[in-house]
């Protein structure tokens, strides 16, 4: 803390001084900014702290995290009349949609017990998907004058958006139990393992959300390609019919079709939760392995792809 | 474009070490060395450049419909909506403890990407900025959402910035005062006056004690009971930081807070010196 007066006094002595050094060359030996930055100990303002410290600094902004994805969530419906009952309201009227297609007019609904609770419990989790990856994929490019103003591991956007996603999940899962219970299907202990079901799919979602964001950031046609990405994922991930049924039984084609698809993260997490609220059994061997290792594998790669650019965002 | 070349080039030719011979345009050369007594340095901007990506932004000539981006790709022309601009263009100099410095130049002269590229905020292109802590950019609004409250953006203001809950809570009862919005603050931001926002804003901004301190535009806001008390605010952060930047188009602000003026033209530095000499060299201009 030094005075304002010496200050200028510094200045001024400053001033003087580099009025007579600029007459000649330059001393020999005269240290570059660089060095004179070294000796003084001071660090280059754009520098990647390494992965732990990365994500210790997440830690730190869990608080800011947590209010952003918040506060986005309340002022989402705040122009309108029903409110917060659109968050209700918006899975419940794509579901009808839904039904009424594929359920009553094309009859994708053959063969497979209890429809409705078929059908919304892979909508509810398939959009749980897709709006953190779409809302990742903005994250970093729609934001850029918060990136522009202040510090933060930039991570946190995308880590938001997948947090607000996931708030408004919660409220259409009791929307969900509540159209299980009404279609009679028998509460059981494997109910417990629904917070297991969305931890892992929050992990995998905050992970390619992570990627995605990274693309999003530097490919901006990305958020034009979305859509269709999204609406070609909605159709090979069996959310309005049974993939076993079309792809093999009614299609002809054959099984490893089916598998891979089935083993698409989408389907995974979709089929873990139809197991645990509506077949009544435990989740399946192949489903408890591809639904941990999409989760481990890309919030892992994710997190990492992501850090790999963290001081170039808010450039491009 | 023919410019931008020509500048690369004459940048790539001088030597890196040598902040002197950067800036050809200065009357009279910026202190490259502190004296042993002066303050220890703070930040060192190091031969810096900054370009901007620019979408969007085409000439008559090449109007973005379908057919001519068609075409662009059939010739394998690169995207000509994306463009760069080259904000600053090599600047150097060394800034001190218990410095504040203001800068000025006309719009667009690279003032606030001179800031932002120093809080750390806009990688540079070539070149580097050193510093001791971390500096922070006094400004929070893109943080706010005007939908919200204001009581809710208090909180999630002070948490983009990085406080904790605790902090949050100490200081929250002192932004409402010092924003003296009274009951407002329960009524969302979209229904406030623009005084009120600025107001709002600038006491969250302020809430946080910073290290390196840079002030963009900020103190142009309220009415006069407030630009007096923002004022001495700026002048209670400028004793707690080591060194404040002050970005302003009203030298008289720029006259009485600083001790040094840095005099920015076209992303160069075209003078840096005690506040008189630049002020009035630059009136003259």
């Known amino acids: 803390m030094s005075q304002p007066e010496s200050a200028v006094a510094d200045a001024k002595a400053r001033g003087r001084k580099d009025g007579t050094s ?56 705040s122009n309108t009349a029903l409110g917060q009952l659109w968050q209700v309201l918006t899975p419940l009227l794509n579901a009808a949609i839904y039904w009424l297609m594929f359920g009553l007019i094309l009859g994708a609904s053959r063969g497979i017990d209890n429809y409705p609770a078929f059908l919304i419990t892979g909508m509810f989790v398939f959009t749980y998907t897709q709006r953190s990856v779409s809302g990742g994929a903005k994250s970093i490019s729609g934001n850029l004058s918060m990136i522009r103003a202040l510090h933060f591991p930039r991570a946190a956007l995308p880590l938001a958006y997948t947090v607000q996603e996931l708030q408004q999940l919660l409220i259409s ?80 084609l054959p099984q490893w079709v089916a598998d891979i698809m089935y083993l698409n993260p989408a389907a995974a997490y979709i089929e873990f939760m139809r197991d645990l609220l509506i077949a009544g059994h435990s989740p399946r ?18 997190f990492w792809y992501f850090w790999r650019a963290e001081e170039r965002y808010g450039r491009g | 474009m023919a410019e931008l070349t020509k500048e690369l080039s004459h940048v790539k030719a001088e030597e890196p070490g040598d902040p002197k011979q950067e800036v050809k345009t200065s009357p009279k050369p910026k202190p490259a060395q502190p004296p042993a007594p002066a303050g220890t340095p703070t930040v060192v901007v ?46 150097s100099f060394v800034a001190h403890h218990g410095d504040a410095i203001g800068i000025i130049g006309r719009n667009g002269s690279g003032k606030s990407t001179l800031l932002r590229a120093i809080a750390g905020l806009l990688p540079p292109h070539q070149g580097a900025v050193y510093t001791d802590g971390q500096p922070s950019l006094l400004g929070v609004n893109a943080a706010l959402m005007r939908e919200l409250t ?19 809570k100490a200081k929250y009862d002192d932004i409402v005062d010092f924003s003296g919005i009274g009951e407002f603050v329960q009524f969302p931001m979209s229904t406030y006056s623009s005084g009120m926002g600025a107001r709002l804003r600038f006491a969250i901004a302020s809430a946080k004690t910073h290290d390196v301190l840079l002030i963009d535009e900020a103190l142009a806001t309220g009415d006069r009971e407030f630009k007096r008390k923002s004022q001495e605010r700026i002048k209670a952060m400028r004793a707690q930081a080591g060194t404040v930047f002050l970005v302003a188009h009203n030298l008289d602000v720029i006259e009485e807070t600083c001790n040094r003026v840095i005099w920015l033209h076209k992303g160069k530095i075209k003078m840096d010196g005690d506040p008189q000499t630049v002020l009035a060299a630059y009136n003259r201009a």
């Open chain 2, 46 to 91: 190091d031969d810096l450049h900054i370009v901007y990506r620019v979408y969007g932004a085409a000439s008559d000539a090449e109007k973005g419909n379908a057919a001519n981006a068609l075409l662009r790709m059939l010739r394998r022309q690169g995207r000509p909506q994306m463009r760069e601009v080259h904000a600053i263009k090599g600047v």
């Open chain 1, 22 to 77: 600029s007459q000649g060359p330059n001393a020999p030996g005269k240290e570059s900014l660089a060095e004179l930055a070294a000796r003084y100990g001071l660090r280059r303002a754009i520098a990647r702290p390494s992965l732990p410290s990365y994500a210790r600094q997440l830690w730190q902004r869990r608080h800011f995290v947590l209010t952003y994805a918040t506060s986005k969530n309340v002022t989402k419906y």
């Open chain 1, 173 to 252: 899962m009791a929307v969900l139990i509540g159209l299980v219970l009404l279609t009679q299907e028998p509460v059981t202990t494997l109910w417990l393992l629904i917070p297991v079901a969305l931890l892992l799919q929050t992990m995998f979602n905050i992970g390619f959300s992570l990627i995605m964001a990274r693309v999003g950031a530097f490919a901006r046609d990305l958020n034009q390609l979305l859509p269709f990405i999204m609406r070609t994922w909605l159709y090979a991930s069996g959310v309005f019919f049974s993939i076993q049924d079309k792809v093999v039984a009614s299609a002809g």
């Open chain 1, 285 to 302: 061997e192949w489903v408890w392995m591809a639904c941990v290792f999409w989760a481990v594998f890309t919030l892992l790669v994710g």
């Open chain 2, 150 to 168: 204001g009581e809710r953006n208090i909180v999630l203001g002070c948490y983009a910035m990085g406080m904790t809950p605790a902090q949050v």
